[in-house]
């Protein structure tokens, strides 16, 4: 065999290796990463309060046709959540929202709501879009409360079907 073919048979061997190794060494890289990190015993467990409620809408001021910058509010009764149905009246949900962008499709409204019960209220800010057919809703930040929920932090998820909405509430303990 010429001597350059046994250079080139070595050459391509050694980069084949050195190859082999940086994808081993990537691989165990990603691998180290993804390991979970072992948790302190002492580390309390995070924990959540889950308020399911259901909004029936009474009023809802939403134009006709919305536009860009279009602003509107709803008002709705307040209900504890009796397996897909309106239980206990327990206060009430107000909600103003702007639309943000508009499509053909439907469109992505920016809102604030107030949850509002006899053991005080619940802020919630979000972005949701009302694109193509029922239900609706999205992800909601809790961004304050007052009485019983006065350090109210977590998120609630907010499902709309007509004019009822499923407003499942999680506070972080």
């Known amino acids: ?76 009764h307040l209900y504890t959540n009796d397996k897909g149905r309106p239980g206990k009246k327990i206060g009430d949900a107000s909600a103003h929202c702007s639309a943000v962008d508009v499509t053909p499709h439907g469109y992505v409204a920016l809102c604030h709501r107030v949850l509002r019960t006899d053991d005080g209220s619940i802020s919630l800010s979000d972005a949701i879009d009302r694109f193509g057919p029922l239900p609706h809703g999205g992800l909601s930040a809790v961004t304050g409360g007052t009485g019983k929920y006065v350090e109210a932090e977590g998120e609630a998820e907010i499902v709309m079907r007509g004019d009822i909405a499923r407003i499942r509430v999680m506070l972080d303990d």
């Not at 050694?14 to 190794?21: D, E, Q």
């Not at 959540?48 to 046709?65: G, I, K, N």
Request: aromatic residues 6%; charged residues 20%; proline residues 8%.
């Open 1 to 76: 065999m010429p001597r350059t073919h046994a250079r080139a048979r070595l050459l391509g061997v050694g980069v084949l290796t050195v190859a082999s190794a940086t994808l081993a060494g990537t691989v165990l890289a990603f691998t180290a990463q993804a390991a979970p990190l072992p948790v302190p015993e002492d580390t309390p467990k995070k924990s959540a309060t889950v308020l399911d409620w259901l909004a029936v809408e009474q009023s809802d001021r939403r134009p006709e046709y919305v536009r860009v910058g279009a602003d509107w509010t709803v008002h709705s």
